[in-house]
């Protein structure tokens, strides 16, 4: 310890009496450079939130006179005097900071140490904390997270609760759908920021049920005598997801398989119609009720005109085109079960003897149709059709906004083409708005306040500020011979200048200029004006030409008929043909008389852009020669169907296949299909209604052939062929003619 320390340290609280002659007094000899100790305090402690203006006041040696302090310790400084602060916000997760440096007095040196401990916030959960959503809706909820405080910057939030994901940092979203049953569902999380603050959160979400809504059909016909096998599909239109099953307690029917309405035996005419009614479910907790009236006449007083019930049209987008189904045809008036003859078909759907539709593949944009006839077991019969509307797949997409150390609430912006950005709605006080960036820091793409995103990719955009506040300037819109009104808008940053909402009759809008005449600076629609002054913005017009409106005049090219020119001034659909040409069926429309222009669809929309001139394009009819009677046989054989089956197997379909294989191989254009029914008993052959019913199967098992022969002939690229169908009973008792589910005469 020097002379002069411990002097300090002996005169600290007591009085020294120092007895000594003059002689005796001896003058210390000149000091070398001291140390100087470091007094208290050499530690301290704050949390994350308050670490930006953390100070403390750095002692020495009271002894030492005028010391001056310094560091080189990143992320402090120090005064001369000692006041030790941050420069900026200290994350918990890098605690304890050790803060170094030197002290002097000129002479004397020393060096001194400080401890800082950082310790985290806990993060605070804000609004929402829950939320609802149905059943329909579940698979596509989501909800923002937020924290209200706590934190410094931006939160991450994330859960481990099953059905649940959090993404982009702070949007809670589902992973499939819900369940009603098992609703509440609780969330939980854990959220934290890049300064080591952490914090939990909690969401309930409540899941509500859907009301099952009853499709088609809703009633049906049958003879007392064929009540007793009376069956009706039972279907749902809205309201449920995935498989619905149908319950009923009414006497004298029942509901198997999960949708099947039957009858326990045989009906009485007298006491009908008859009402049944019940109940609907799926597994996620939707329900509903339904009801089916069921009208059963007396003998020799049958309905016959059998009638589609279910949709005649669907829509579907050209991305999801392979794969549509529509659910199977329903009927009503029909006793029994129904099969279904396509005799107008397209190569793009196929339909089964049951009434499935199904595509044959990948379809482009357009119209799509089908048609055919329908019969039961009894003879009523009737007609059906179906038309597919294929649409242009469109991609929606979201711009998220965050405040980025703002306050206040934006909503999120989807649009599925470039569209203008909401104007920014958040505030930061002594801060001003510079523009939207895709990454917090700014150092991704820029985007001036209401500026055109081209929503091509769903993406969070992050709110830039710059210290301090400037003031607004305004933009007057003049309408410059135009009518309407527009309000100034006020802005202290570049921004999207308005849509113009003027009009001005005989002209169209170009531009904005800051001359009335259009010799100033001139600003597009949408462009970003900088706001550093204020003007006046002058509509520019441009007169417009008359327009004509478009026509399309139709020719028969070599048809017969007349149809009256089409004029409108919008999409609309083409004027059904009316043309005749004998020994010919008509195809489409064309814009060259051979064919070689582009083609339009029977009834197809067009765009009347443009005038143009359609010819109507025709195929000729080949004559179908009929296929020859058993037990006469020609061609190949489809075999065996199951008993009582017109559905095709895979051992079925490989033959038909190879079928197809054969025609292409040979050439063939004119195929005639002949559909066997099973083998009869003498008694059931002298029963007609046994062998009408026979009838019907074998016409079945030629359809079902057919539909599955189209889609492999297309697939195969053969094109100019044509089917036709018949059917006969099965064969005597006893030859083995029972066993040929098909026979199939092909003619070059």
Do not use: C
Not at 485 to 495: L, V
């Amino acid at each position: 310890m020097s002379w002069r320390a411990g002097l300090a340290k002996f005169a600290t609280g007591a009085v020294v009496l120092v007895l000594a002659s003059a002689a005796s007094i001896v003058a210390p000899p000149l000091a070398s450079a001291a140390t100087i100790d470091q007094f208290p305090p050499t530690s301290g402690s704050i949390d994350v939130a308050g670490s930006a203006t953390f100070s403390d006041t750095l002692m020495a040696d009271p002894v030492f006179l005028g010391v001056t302090f310094a560091t080189s310790t990143p992320g402090f400084t120090v005064t001369p005097s000692g006041v030790l602060h941050t420069t900026a916000t200290l994350s918990a997760s890098n605690s304890p900071y050790l803060v170094t440096g030197t002290d002097t007095d000129g002479s004397d040196n020393g060096t001194w140490n400080y401890s800082l401990t950082v310790t985290p916030d806990t993060i605070v959960q804000a609004a929402p904390t829950s939320g609802t959503t149905d059943v329909a809706g579940s698979a596509a909820f989501t909800s923002a997270l937020a924290a209200t405080s706590g934190f410094v910057g931006t939160v991450t939030f994330a859960t481990t609760t099953p059905g649940f994901t959090v993404t982009g940092g702070n949007v809670l979203a589902t992973t499939g759908t819900l369940s009603a049953s098992n609703s509440p569902y609780t969330v939980t999380g854990t959220d934290s920021d890049a300064y080591g603050d952490t914090g939990t959160w909690t969401y309930t979400l409540s899941v509500t049920p859907d009301t099952i809504a009853q499709g088609p059909p809703t009633s049906g016909s049958t003879s007392a005598s064929a009540s007793a096998t009376f069956t009706s599909t039972l279907t749902a239109a809205s309201g449920f997801q995935g498989a619905v099953t149908f319950a009923t307690s009414t006497s004298g029917f029942t509901v198997t398989g999960g949708d099947v309405l039957g009858t326990t035996g045989p009906l009485s005419s007298s006491n009908s119609p008859y009402t049944v009614t019940g109940t609907d479910s799926d597994a996620y907790g939707d329900t509903g009720t339904w009801t089916y009236t069921l009208t059963v006449t007396s003998p020799g007083t049958r309905t016959t005109t059998i009638t589609q019930t279910s949709p005649t049209s669907g829509t579907v987008s050209n991305t999801a085109s392979a794969t549509f189904t529509a659910a199977p045809i329903t009927v009503q008036n029909n006793s029994g079960p129904v099969t279904f003859v396509t005799t107008k078909p397209t190569p793009a759907m196929t339909v089964s003897a049951s009434g499935v539709i199904k595509t044959t593949g990948p379809l482009g944009v357009g119209t799509y149709s089908v048609s055919g006839t329908d019969s039961d077991a009894v003879g009523d019969t009737g007609t059906w059709t179906y038309t597919l509307n294929v649409t242009l797949a469109v991609l929606v997409v979201t711009v998220t906004f965050d405040a980025n150390g703002g306050t206040g609430t934006m909503k999120s912006e989807s649009a599925s083409a470039p569209t203008a950005l909401s104007l920014n709605g958040f505030s930061w006080k002594r801060h001003t708005f510079i523009d939207w960036n895709t990454a917090a820091n700014g150092s991704g793409l820029s985007y001036a306040n209401g500026a055109v995103f081209p929503f091509s990719s769903s993406t969070t955009l992050f709110a830039q500020w710059k210290s301090g506040k400037v003031p607004s300037h305004v933009i007057t819109f003049d309408a410059n011979g135009g009518t309407g009104s527009m309000a100034s808008e006020f802005h202290n940053t570049p921004t999207a200048i308005a849509e113009n909402h003027f009009r001005r009759t005989g002209y169209t809008f170009t531009n904005w200029n800051s001359s009335a005449r259009g010799t100033g600076t001139r600003y597009k629609a949408g462009a970003t004006y900088p706001f550093k002054r204020s003007t006046t913005l002058y509509a520019q017009w441009k007169k417009v030409p008359k327009k004509l409106t478009p026509v399309v005049v139709f020719i028969a090219n070599r048809g017969v008929g007349v149809m009256a020119p089409q004029k409108q001034s919008g999409p609309t659909r083409l004027t059904p043909d009316h043309f005749r040409r004998a020994g010919y069926t008509f195809v489409d429309w064309n814009t060259a008389a051979n064919g070689s222009g582009l083609s339009y669809a029977n009834g197809a929309y067009y765009s009347f852009t443009t005038s143009t001139t359609l010819f109507a394009q025709w195929k000729k009819i080949k004559k179908v020669i009929p296929p020859p009677p058993p037990p006469k046989i020609t061609g190949p054989v489809i075999r065996p169907f199951a008993v009582g089956s017109s559905t095709l197997t895979p051992q079925l379909e490989s033959q038909i296949q190879s079928v197809a294989d054969v025609i292409k191989a040979k050439g063939d254009s004119q195929i005639a299909l002949l559909g066997y029914g099973d083998k009869l008993t003498l008694s059931e052959e002298r029963n007609g209604a046994d062998t009408a019913k026979n009838v019907v199967l074998g016409r079945a098992r030629a359809q079902s052939v057919a539909s599955y022969l189209e889609g492999r002939l297309g697939a195969l690229g053969l094109k100019g062929w044509s089917i036709s169908i018949a059917a006969a009973s099965a064969a005597k008792p006893g030859s083995s003619q029972f066993e040929l589910g098909l026979v199939i005469v092909t003619l070059s």
